[in-house]
């Protein structure tokens, strides 16, 4: 059950409600978000809303039964929007691009890149400063000093950055200088990271976790809205599967299922989720068709040399050519939504 309540409810409003919604056998967990307070109700038994509908100080009541509430489209059908200002938004009903190298290498490195999101009226630039890798030889990252670089040349250009933080510490030397938080597919469970992402004001991407199913990749994103923050974003990045062929197999039947089951945006991330550079065109449009509201990847001005997944990057020439694509697919995707 959701209880959303009314700006103006007074303590005494909220302490009876609570005590009543606790007699007919549910737990109560009050959330507060930058947008709204809510009482969340957690138990089986079966009720007549319109026993306590009527009491003050209530804006609107729901059952959902699912396991995740919050992020759920059973009490808000309205899409969430995005709005990392400037005009740039990852919402419904709109293509969001995000394109970058996976690792951010040099100060030339990131003038290039965003050299070449510039050209090709890409908003939004990807890239890691704190990398997660398999093995503990490969190149880590830049750090915080890489980030502040980019964030000069970013703020300059008027593009925004999305960056993976891996851990609770990183979240307030990094807030000044990030417009998307991006939450691994290695930390999508890692529970004190949401909590503590749901206590700051910035967006926050997660990303399906490496054999995360679609309901747990929902409730993380449930941790970060129960913690107070409602700016979220969820990522297909593919799962591990018994097929290796592929670096993942990227699931697209994931896109409309989060759609239908959440009011949240959904991106599509086909390099991680084929991992061969070769492929990552169709996938990405693929992903588009599927109704993805953004796609996310990989680009570097030579792939071979990048330090990080150039397997799956794409040049600048092969992403021109993606963006322009991702929109014309999105373009036709449009007409078939009037159908
Ligand atoms: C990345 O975006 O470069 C990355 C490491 O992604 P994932 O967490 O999906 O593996
Ligand atoms: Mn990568």
């Known amino acids: 059950?959701?209880?959303?309540?009314?700006?103006?409810?007074?303590?005494?409003?909220?302490?009876s409600l609570?005590?009543?919604?606790?007699?007919?056998?549910?737990?109560?967990?009050?959330?507060?978000?930058?947008?709204?307070?809510?009482?969340?109700?957690?138990g089986k038994k079966e009720f007549d809303i319109r026993q306590i509908g009527q009491k003050e100080g209530i804006q609107d009541?729901?059952?959902?039964?699912?396991?995740y509430k919050l992020v759920s489209k059973k009490w808000k059908a309205k899409p969430t929007s995005i709005d990392l200002g400037d005009g740039v938004y990852i919402k419904d009903g709109d293509m969001a691009i995000m394109a970058g190298p996976c690792s951010i290498e040099s100060e030339e490195q990131i003038i290039k890149v965003i050299n070449h999101l510039q050209e090709n009226g890409i908003k939004m630039m990807r890239g890691g400063v704190f990398k997660p890798r398999s093995s503990p030889y490969a190149f880590r990252g830049l750090g915080i000093d890489g980030l502040k670089l980019w964030y000069d040349l970013a703020q300059e250009a008027g593009i925004k950055i999305v960056t993976e933080v891996m851990q609770v510490s990183q979240i307030e030397e990094m807030y000044p200088?990030?417009?998307?938080?991006?939450?691994?597919?290695?930390?999508?469970?890692?529970?004190n990271l949401l909590d503590?992402?749901?206590?700051?004001?910035?967006?926050?991407?997660?990303?399906?976790?490496?054999?995360?199913?679609?309901?747990?990749?929902?409730?993380?994103?449930?941790?970060v809205f129960s913690g107070g923050n409602e700016k979220l974003i969820l990522c297909e990045r593919g799962i591990r599967t018994y097929e290796k062929a592929s670096r993942n197999t990227l699931d697209l039947?994931?896109?409309?299922?989060?759609?239908?089951?959440?009011?949240?945006?959904?991106?599509?991330?086909?390099?991680?989720?084929?991992?061969i550079r070769e492929y990552v065109p169709q996938m990405a449009l693929a992903g588009v068709m599927a109704g993805a509201d953004g796609i996310i990847y990989e680009t570097h001005e030579i792939p071979e040399k990048a330090y990080s997944d150039g397997q799956q990057?794409?040049?600048?020439?092969?992403?021109?050519?993606l963006a322009d694509w991702i929109r014309k697919t999105f373009a036709m995707r449009k007409t078939f939504d009037l159908l």
């Open 1 to 15: 059950m959701i209880v959303q309540l009314k700006e103006d409810i007074s303590e005494i409003q909220k302490d």
């Open 18 to 42: 609570i005590q009543e919604i606790n007699q007919i056998g549910y737990k109560i967990t009050e959330v507060k978000t930058q947008l709204g307070d809510y009482l969340v109700g957690i």
């Open 61 to 67: 009541i729901h059952i959902v039964s699912d396991e």
């Open 177 to 191: 200088y990030v417009d998307i938080y991006q939450v691994g597919a290695r930390n999508t469970q890692n529970f």
């Open 196 to 223: 503590e992402l749901g206590k700051v004001d910035k967006t926050v991407m997660i990303k399906r976790g490496i054999s995360g199913t679609i309901e747990e990749l929902l409730q993380s994103a449930e941790y």
């Open 253 to 275: 039947n994931a896109v409309p299922i989060l759609k239908a089951k959440s009011h949240l945006p959904v991106v599509v991330d086909p390099s991680h989720g084929i991992g």
């Open 313 to 321: 990057t794409l040049d600048f020439d092969q992403s021109a050519l």
